[in-house]
């Protein structure tokens, strides 16, 4: 699950710094180009950002609310 979390964090470093790149203007592609990329990495970061915040939730129940088979922490 760490290797996960790391790779997911990787991605989403990698999708901020392309975002601010493309906003910058330091790019190749013309202005059409440009605007469709800079929607798809935010797109592509909103759902890596998800997906985090998927990783780190943990279910808590009560000691009486507490499904069959499942340890206490």
Known sequence: MA???EVLTMMKDVAKSRIQMLRDGVTFHDAAK???YLHEYE??????EQLIRRLN?????SSTERPKGDRPL
Do not use: C, G, N
């Open 3 to 5: 290797d996960t979390q």
């Open 57 to 61: 939730l943990r279910l808590v129940y």
């Open 43 to 48: 797109r592509k970061l909103r759902d890596i």
């Open 34 to 36: 440009r605007e469709y």
